[in-house]
């Protein structure tokens, strides 16, 4: 079973960018679609993109378009999130997720809870206006 493990977060102001990378151990990552996610205070866990093993075609929340884009750093069995012009409402623990059931679709991505399997343990990402 792959294990992953997110890393990058931190603090910045407004208008600044932040590259969260989620690492893996155990197995490749190169057929897992995969997922990020965010959790603030007191609200529910919700989806922010996600991208397909195969192709990597990339999905994601209307509210992040523009802003967020997921990539894959294969040499480094990481996949990344790259967040620019944040806002203070971006203020949560943000976690990657990995799905590892075969779906036979290569360029399909997923975009809820349930659908993954394998979660990271989350970062901390705090914007200040």
């Known amino acids: 079973q792959v294990q992953l493990v997110e890393s990058g977060g931190g603090s910045v102001q407004a208008g600044g960018s932040l590259r969260l990378s989620c690492a893996a151990s155990g197995r490749t990552l190169t057929t897992y679609p995969m997922g990020w996610f965010r959790q603030a205070p007191g609200k529910e866990r919700e989806f922010l993109g996600a991208?397909?093993?195969?192709?990597?075609?990339?999905y994601y929340a209307d509210f992040v378009k523009g802003r967020f884009t997921i990539s894959r750093a294969n040499a480094r069995n990481a996949v990344t999130l790259q967040m620019n012009v944040l806002k203070p409402e971006d203020t949560a623990v943000y976690y990657c997720?990995?799905?590892?059931?075969?779906?036979?679709?290569?360029?399909?991505?997923?975009?809820?809870?349930?659908?993954?399997?394998?979660w990271g343990q989350g970062t901390q990402v705090t914007v200040s206006s």
């Open positions: 997720a990995g799905r590892s059931m075969y779906s036979g679709i290569s360029t399909r991505t997923y975009s809820k809870n349930e659908e993954y399997d394998v």
């Open positions: 991208i397909s093993w195969g192709r990597n075609n990339t």
